[in-house]
């Protein structure tokens, strides 16, 4: 391995690539008005910062590692005017045109000309489908958090857990970065930590295919650029409070019940120049508190410790235990603390030092219908996570410049019910023993689940523009990974008298591993810029050493000799282009191959390759089932290859549109196999790469030219997503039942598929005093499997479609000026016309309000209690109001 890495080292020297871009550039060509010539050895400034170039001998020029955001150009040289060109919008990776004609003036007069730039509605260098959104676009959403600005964006839709799906592919394939740098998960694959709203400079969200400096994502980039501190101090208070208010009483428990403080937020931003230090030194530094009671209510009628009993034949002679108090009990609340820091320290022009320290701490729980009298019986989440993130960037010269960066990030995970496995309130869990659709009297769930993964990175990042057409970047990064997992079932001893147990690690109960893999990656990509085609295109080159084990005899994995999983290696061509048919359309193609480890869990869950007798499969009360897996650590890297070929063409002077057909091959996704043992009848299930797909879809955005009035947006996305499987462990869950149920061997709808996606966005404002926002969203339903009695009514898995569901959000916000601060008063409703958007169904009758399977309730409810499935529904009208400050 350490030869390897240290050949690869040696290669980089030979490469030009970049890893994730946090930057763009301005470029452009300097004319004089009256001839038309090209005029060299202009200077030109962003002014306020120390960033500029000087024109060539064809009167090009190029600033290079310019930060997202608004500026001001300023071009000057003697015997001309000065130009000024203001609102100037930089966005990452993008190159943004300027253009300047400079006119002679006889006298040095100081004169000025000022130019307000012309953001283009059609960008010509982007060549495959992406989505640029900065800090005022996102204030202006009804949103509260990030994901659900993802989820607007065309070609990315949402499942009915909430999980992204970028053009069809599984949750998982989306590779997050902040600041440059990787905090994607790897033992799931999603995102370490949230980044707050307000923390965002720019989001750039790619669901199409990637240029080079991207790795580890088959379906997905969403790479962030946070803000820093500028040459003033500013800040901001925003708090806000509110409830979910609904007539929707026959679905949701206690929903009428309005408590004005059920969802609460306070968040708190100041950034600046550090005092006594000049403008050398600048912060950013911002903090959240966020409650949310959630809408799925529980009422505590029994305690874990009561014990009742339904048995007998006559209700009358029923024993009813009941000690809780009656409390109605929130069951999928949310509560977290955030917090964003950022120190910069601009040590000449060209060095800068920058630290970013970002964290949250989030204690949360899902709703668990079983429990709803019992809700103190379930399972609670508890998150605690932080990333560090320092860079270093030199620029040798206004055309090329270096960035190091090195980042930790630790994510720690907890899921039970009692911190202490051994807590003497742990109860004997045959009190969670109940009949037909009855809700538990008693009892407690006895899982026990940590995890923590830390990830040390390092990076180094090269770019230079060698040519006015060619910017060419290289880079390297190596990643160390450290997975600690606990999964422990708690055993009630009667041996112990009847007190909680927890057995060793070297038994069934009691799964435990760690695990240090690594990862090493450099890349090769060329930005060709001319007047009439720009063409990115790349070569990358990814290494995984898995550092674990697999065993030799898969008919008896636990005592097989075990030997070392191989070191993966895979290269990845990318390529796009872009292509002007005029100055108001563009023709953009790509294609490309991507490539993603799966989610580390999969390779070295069940670790010590112990399997339980007995079948795939053994219930236990007050845990989750036994489930003979066992992870690969010789996993092969899921595979993808994409294409896609689009239109982006203005018309008329306000309104572009972009048209945009794509189609991935998917190969090597994640699946199971079933092997069986020595030991007659005893089987176990091991994750292969066996799955596989395709996509195939169309997307149509169209946007205005912001006014001071109107801003409107609208995606479109129809999109067929098909594969023989959407679970990884389907082969497992098939061979579970009795007799098995024959797996897919054709193509079918992936549970995520939603042939329809249209989002709608409309803003009336006028700047600095008002804005009225809407957003309409029309999603087609998700496919089911109709079955009957656990029989399926048809002969392939998700052949019906769910309801569709249609949700209408508003936002209002009134500013104010008073005493040199702005006070922003405003308005969100979520679901305004309290729409019952049904996203779980009963599988016999295709509606999440009704059944025709109707089991008699022995116990504390009655059977139409027990099927009233709030938890099938989408959350209902949620109203919030707040006050921003603004100074």
Known sequence: MNKIILICLTAICCLNSLFAG???KISGRVTEAASGEPLPGVNLILVGTTMGAASDSRGRYAILNVPPGEYVLRSSIIGYKIVEVTEVLVRIDLTTAVDFEMTDTVLETGETVTVVAERPLVQRDITSGLAVVNQDEISSLPVQELAEVLSLQAGITEDAGGNLHFRGGRAGEVAFLVDGISITDPFDRAAALQVENNSVQELVAVSGTFNAEYGQALSGIVDIATREGGSRLTGQLNAYTGDYVSTNDDVFFEIDDVEPAAVRNLQGTLSGPVPLLGEKLTFFATGRYFRNDGWLFGQRRFLPSDSSSFSAPNPADWVIVESGDGAIVPMNRRRKYSWHGKLSYRFTPNLKLAYTLLGEDVDSQNYNHVFKLNPEGSLKKFENNQTH???????????????LRGSFFKKEFRRFVFEDPTDGRYVNPQLLRRIGSSFHSGGILMDHFTRETKTWNGKFDFTSQVHSDHQVKLGAEFRSHELEVSDIRIRFDRDSNFMPVVDPVTTFNNNHYVNKPKEFAVYAQDKVEWRDMIINFGLRF???????????????????????????????????VAYPITDRGVIHASYGHFFQLPAFDFLYQNSEFEVFPGGLSASRLGSADFENKIGNANLEPERTVAYEIGLRQQLGEELAVDVTGYFKDIRNLLGTEINELFTLGDKYARFINRDFGNVRGITITVNN????????????????????ASDPASVFLDNQTDPPVETEKKVIPL???????????????????WNINFLFKLWSGLPYTPSAQGTRLLPFENSSRRPSQITLDFRAARTVNLLGMKYRYYLNVDNLLDRKNEIIVFADTGRAGSTLTRNPARGPNTVDEFL????????????????????
């Open 22 to 24: 946090t930057t763009g």
């Open 751 to 769: 549970d995520w598929d939603r042939p329809h996606t249209l989002n709608v966005q409309l803003g009336l404002r006028r700047r600095n005093a």
């Open 705 to 724: 030219r912001a006014t001071s009035l109107l801003n409107f947006s609208a995606d479109y996305t129809f999109q067929i997503a098909e594969g023989n």
């Open 868 to 887: 009233t499935r709030p938890d099938f529904y989408a959350p209902p009208r949620q109203v919030t109001a707040g006050l921003e400050i603004i100074f």
């Open 542 to 576: 990814d290494l995984f050493d898995p550092n674990g084990v697999v065993p030799v005899e898969l008919r008896d994995p636990e005592n097989s000799e075990k030997v070392s999983a191989s070191t993966k290696k895979q290269l990845s061509p990318r390529i796009g």
């Open 389 to 403: 993130i320092g860079s270093f960037t030199h620029s040798l010269s206004s055309k090329s410049f270096y960035t």
